[in-house]
C-alpha cells in the first residue's frame, strides 16, 4: 500500500505566525513507519521525497508515485534507504542484504524498489541528472568522524555514507550521527545553509525520551518536541540542531545546488534569538 503526502514550501516571514499546531503540520515527520505500507512525504523543498517502508512479512514494492509525473519513481531520480530494523533484503535489479545502520544508494533509472524482511526502511530520494552506481554502504564502511565533547554535552561520531568523501551522488548527502551516552547537542553552534534543504530522522530515543529540535531564522527560532522515528523538514533559511532527554542517533539528508558539507553560514551564539 502507498500512501503519498505532499508538503509544500513554506517562508520565513509566514513560518513566524504558526503556532504549534502549524508549526508541526508543516514541518514534523511524524507517521513515516506504518506496518504494510510505504509513505511518503513529497516536499517541494528541492523537490525532495522523504519515507519510509515497513514490509512486516510481506514484500512492498515502491514503482510509480504520480507526483513524480514518471512511469518509476527512479526514472529521473536518485534514492538513499537507510535500514533502521532489523535484517531486510531490497532489490533494484539485484538484491541487497541490509542490516540495521546499513545505507543503499540507488542510482537514476535503477527501476522498482522492493522491500523485504524485518528491516524498517527510511527512505530519501532527490532529482538526478546522471546515473551513478547504487552502493550499499554498510555501517562499518562509513567514513567516520568525531566532533564534540563531553565537557559540552555534544560528543558524537559523524557517519558519513552517501559523501564525497566516500561515493558519487547527483544530490543527495545522507549521513548518521550518534551521540555518547551523556551528550545531548546536536549541530551547535548552528548555520544555515540557504543552497540546500535538509531532513532529520530522529532514533533510538526510549519510548519516553524527546528531543527538542530547533528551527527557525537564526532571530526568530522555534522548537519542537520530537519523539522516537519522527524527522523534521528543514528549509534552507532555517537552523536545525537539537537537545535531547538522553542521547540519540539522528539521519541527516540534504539536497540542493551541491554536496559540499562545508558549504553553511555559522551562526553566532549572540546572534541566535
Request: charged share 20%; hydrophobic share 40%; proline share 5%.
Amino acid at each position: 500500500m502507498l500512501h503519498v503526502e505532499t508538503r509544500h514550501a513554506i517562508d520565513p516571514a509566514t513560518a513566524k505566525g504558526f503556532d504549534t499546531e502549524a508549526l508541526r503540520h508543516h514541518f514534523l515527520l511524524g507517521d513515516l513507519f506504518r506496518a504494510g505500507e510505504i509513505r511518503l512525504v513529497y516536499t517541494h523543498y528541492d523537490r525532495m521525497i522523504v519515507g519510509g517502508a515497513v514490509p512486516e512479512g510481506a514484500a512492498l514494492t515502491l514503482d510509480e508515485v504520480r507526483e513524480c509525473g514518471t512511469p518509476s519513481i527512479l526514472d529521473r531520480r536518485e534514492m538513499v534507504i537507510v535500514n533502521i530494523g532489523g535484517s531486510g533484503q531490497v532489490r533494484a535489479g539485484e538484491s541487497y542484504a541490509m542490516e540495521r545502520g546499513d545505507m543503499l544508494y540507488l542510482g537514476m533509472g535503477a527501476g522498482p524498489v522492493s522491500f523485504e524482511g524485518e528491516g524498517r526502511f527510511y527512505i530519501l530520494s532527490a532529482p538526478a541528472h546522471m546515473a551513478h552506481p547504487s552502493r550499499l554502504v554498510r555501517i562499518g564502511e562509513a567514513k567516520k568522524v568525531e566532533l564534540g565533547s563531553r565537557e559540552t554535552s555534544n560528543a558524537r561520531v559523524i557517519n558519513q555514507f552517501v559523501h564525497p568523501d566516500v561515493m558519487p551522488s547527483c544530490q543527495l548527502v545522507v549521513g548518521m550521527t550518534r551521540l555518547a551516552p551523556g551528550s545531548v547537542w546536536n549541530t551547535m553552534p548552528a548555520h544555515v545553509h540557504d543552497r540546500r534543504s535538509e531532513a532529520y530522522l530522529y532514533i533510538d530515543l526510549d519510548p519516553g525520551a524527546r528531543v527538542f529540535h530547533m528551527m527557525g531564522e537564526p532571530s526568530e527560532t522555534r522548537a519542537m518536541v520530537i519523539a522516537n522515528e519522527q524527522g523534521v523538514l528543514s528549509p534552507p533559511w532555517s537552523i536545525h540542531c537539537g537537545a535531547g532527554t538522553a542521547n540519540y542517533t539522528f539521519i541527516w539528508a540534504m539536497a540542493g545546488d551541491n554536496v559540499d558539507y562545508r558549504d553553511v553560514e555559522m551562526v553566532a551564539m549572540e546572534d541566535l534569538r
